[in-house]
T-cell receptor, first 111, second 112 residues
């Protein structure tokens, strides 16, 4: 596609529920990144894929967070037993080389 | 790991004036330094970047300078316009598909 696409753009969920956030990277980009951005802060790294494998998941805050990229293209970020503190904008980026291009983000609100 | 500090956190300038945003980084091995512009409700947009083998790069009204010895780099916007109003983020990485480390951002307001 022309750019990185994230769905949904907004998600409101109840505390304790499970959510999935989707990222469609730029076609041909082998690297895919998930970041989390809280209000007034810069993006914070969560996990990075090179192809299908997670090359670095050191940013995942705990075991409630998991991400997959089974075919090396689309990725899904999964959050179990959501907590109010998980509320943030979740950003996805892809790259082929150093230049990383971001999607518009998914705003997750846990009520 | 890398740590990026950015300042100021907010900056207001009159239309037509220049704006300068400064960042420092901690890892001397970092060699790629992009700048992103983020408008309300949108994802960060790459506006300019610089690699460690050059000291300055320009693109129309935007320029970035890098001082490797001091480990700091700056974004310069000249002839600012109201549409330049946004949050700007600097970042640093060691080149090679490693995750970007971002500063906390600068909210730039250009007053017409």
């Amino acid at each position: 596609g022309a750019g990185v696409s994230q769905t949904p753009s907004n998600k409101v969920t109840e505390k304790g529920k499970y959510v999935e956030l989707r990222c469609d990277p730029i076609s041909g980009h082998t690297a895919l990144y998930w970041y989390r951005q809280s209000l007034g802060q810069g993006p914070e790294f969560l996990i990075y894929f090179q192809g299908t494998g997670a090359a670095d998941d050191s940013g995942l805050p705990n075991d409630r967070f998991f991400a997959v990229r089974p075919e090396g293209s689309v990725s899904t970020l999964k959050i179990q037993r959501t907590e109010r503190g998980d509320s943030a904008v979740y950003l996805c980026a892809s790259s082929q080389g150093d230049e990383a291009f971001f999607g518009q983000g998914t705003r997750l609100t846990v009520v | 790991g890398e740590n990026v500090e950015q300042h100021p956190s907010t900056l207001s300038v009159q239309e037509g004036d220049s704006a300068v945003i400064k960042c420092t980084y901690s890892d001397s091995a970092s060699n790629y330094f992009p700048w992103y512009k983020q408008e309300l409700g949108k994802g960060p947009q790459l506006i300019i970047d610089i690699r460690s083998n050059v000291g300055e790069k320009k693109d129309q009204r935007i320029a970035v300078t890098l001082n490797k010895t001091a480990k700091h780099f700056s974004l310069h916007i000249t002839e600012t316009q109201p549409e330049d109003s946004a949050v700007y983020f600097c970042a640093a990485i060691l080149s090679g598909n490693t995750p970007l480390v971002f500063g906390k951002g600068t909210r730039l307001s250009v007053i017409a």
